[in-house]
């Protein structure tokens, strides 16, 4: 029996490779997403102890002073990461909906091959099924003219089988 052969498996690589590059890019975009998440994370802490330290006990005007000047850089460390995070999200949105698009288009091919293997296969069954039934036909035809031949050569004519 011959092998399945896809026609499109050249186009199907191809989809494949964009699909494997669509993703690669989305894992980046979704890296820097949590880099930005996680710097986030840590300036709220640091925002949460500046604050504490700020009005400790026994502290003077000069760390006073120095704790404000820190929130305000937190502030604004902050806020910056915020932006940073919104437009990382857009840039993780485009690579999302490429991926989808690549994703979909290498669906289609796949899809292309599973029916025609399918078919590629009930085809060849059938084949396979119809040669043997003309064995099978044959086998018993030959068994019929023999046994009608050794009839016959025994002197039994007329004995239709």
């Not at 485009?94 to 292309?112: N, Q």
């Amino acid at each position: 029996m011959k092998r399945f052969a896809f026609k499109l498996q050249s186009v199907l690589s191809l989809r494949e490779y964009s699909e494997n590059q669509a993703k690669a890019r989305l894992g980046e975009k979704s890296a820097v997403c949590t880099r930005l998440g996680l710097s986030l994370q840590a300036n709220a802490k640091a925002s949460l102890e500046a604050a504490r330290e700020r009005f400790r006990p026994g502290g003077n005007a000069a760390d006073h002073r120095a704790g404000e000047l820190y929130s305000v850089r937190l502030g604004q460390e902050r806020e910056r990461l915020l932006k940073a995070l919104t437009m990382a999200e857009a840039e993780r949105e485009k690579a999302r909906l490429l991926y989808v698009e690549a994703s979909k288009a290498k669906e289609l091919i796949e899809t292309l091959r599973e029916r025609e293997a399918a078919d590629y296969y009930r085809r060849v069954s059938r084949e396979e099924t119809k040669s043997m039934d003309d064995l099978a036909s044959g086998a018993h035809r030959r068994l019929e003219l023999e046994a009608c031949n050794a009839v016959d050569s025994e002197g039994h004519h007329g004995i239709v089988w």
